[in-house]
């Protein structure tokens, strides 16, 4: 019997241990902002995704 509670804990320590290492993968996340597309007198035909079939420009 002190075996088999003996294993379910170190069943559930490793499950935790592989929890808390994928949570901090998740978190460890950098996200910035780019202020170039902040402005306001930006020409839409300036910015890349602008212009081709699926544009802005041609629609």
Avoid: E, H, K, R
């Avoid at 088999?4 to 069943?11: D, G, H, K």
């Avoid at 929890?19 to 597309?37: E, G, H, L, R, S």
Wanted: charged share 5%.
């Amino acid at each position: 019997m002190q075996s088999l509670i003996l294993a379910a804990f170190i069943f559930l320590l490793s499950l935790s241990a592989t929890v808390f290492t994928q949570t901090t993968q998740i978190f460890n996340t950098t996200i910035a902002y780019d202020q170039t597309y902040d402005n306001g007198s930006l020409s839409t035909t300036g910015i890349a995704c602008s212009n081709g079939i699926n544009g802005v420009i041609d629609q």
